[in-house]
């Protein structure tokens, strides 16, 4: 079975004070853009658009049925949001997008990342296979969907938030993961 390397390099701006953390990019044939949370089908930048501009469409160019790249990126340098995901090599055990038929060959180093992001005071995974490796990683203990748990980190205090997954194949309305990650941003002070 093939062997998928990541596609994307790691989304790093040096003011970052949160890392998001997805799984792994969905294939190619899903993407609306080259960038993080590319499929159409996928509500991350819907839920960015509702609590940060009170529109859900906000990073949605409609005309192309695509996410605006150049949006997202101006958005996550000006708030200071990382990107990239828990695994940096998979096999896909079905054709499709789901985690759940994703078996991580090579987890990525987190470690790496928060060497690189000095400001870093959360993580966020987005998703349970993301969560499940990255607690893997660190010996962590998973927090319950919506919430956090704290680790040390070279010194530094990491909070780790679990919210519900992105994709619309989770069963939880816009407004209902909205307000999950509402709770988080208001505790980062980035809302």
């Known amino acids: 079975m093939e062997i998928e390397q990541h596609p994307l390099e790691p989304f790093l701006p040096g003011n970052a004070r949160l890392l998001m953390l997805g799984s792994f990019p969905p294939q190619k044939k899903r993407w609306s853009m080259e960038f993080y949370y590319p499929n159409w089908n996928n509500d991350m930048w819907r839920i960015a658009g509702l609590l940060f501009f009170n529109d859900k469409d906000h990073f949605v160019d409609k005309s192309r049925k695509?996410?605006?790249?150049?949006?997202?990126?101006?958005?996550?340098?000006?708030?200071?949001?990382?990107?990239?995901?828990?695994?940096?090599?998979?096999?896909?055990?079905?054709?499709?997008a789901s985690d759940k038929f994703l078996e991580v060959v090579q987890p990525t180093d987190i470690a790496a990342l928060l060497q690189q992001l000095p400001q870093c005071e959360a993580i966020v995974t987005t998703g349970q296979k993301a969560t499940d490796t990255l607690c893997a990683l660190f010996s962590l203990k998973e927090p319950k969907v919506g919430d956090f748990t704290e680790f040390i980190f070279e010194d530094r205090p990491i909070r780790l938030y679990r919210m519900p997954s992105s994709s619309r194949a989770y069963p939880l309305a816009l407004e209902k993961k909205a307000a999950a990650y509402r709770v988080m941003y208001q505790d980062l002070q980035m809302l």
């Open 66 to 96: 695509a996410f605006c790249k150049e949006c997202i990126i101006s958005f996550l340098n000006k708030k200071g949001i990382a990107l990239f995901d828990t695994a940096t090599a998979v096999r896909r055990l079905q054709d499709n």
